[in-house]
């Protein structure tokens, strides 16, 4: 994988790569919340777990290998983005019923944090 994303709008274009149809929902993302601020990583994350929770049966198994290896780049970080993605995205994994196509990639996940 190439370098993680550095900014927002990084990351939204970095998704909207994998999941071109996640474009509709960057140009017409869900309220966000007044008191949460600006546009920030926690934004698109919140966005883009709505829209993987409706389209994850559409996902294909290239999309899912890239984003899987984004997770796991991701989870060797600390900062904002993984924060975000932690805080925002893989905290509802289960509510979204999208934790068993994230499986694989979660249990690799969780065998790359034990070994860093």
Known sequence: MHA??????????????IFPSFSQEAEDPI???PEFGEFTFHTVMFNF???FGREVDLVSTKQLAKFGKFLQAVSLTTGALENAVSTCFLEHAHQLKISKKLRPWLARRSNNKRDA
């Open 4 to 17: 993680l994303p550095t900014s927002p709008q990084e990351l939204q274009t970095f998704l909207i790569a």
């Open 49 to 51: 777990a709505s829209f």
């Open 31 to 33: 309220e966000w919340p």
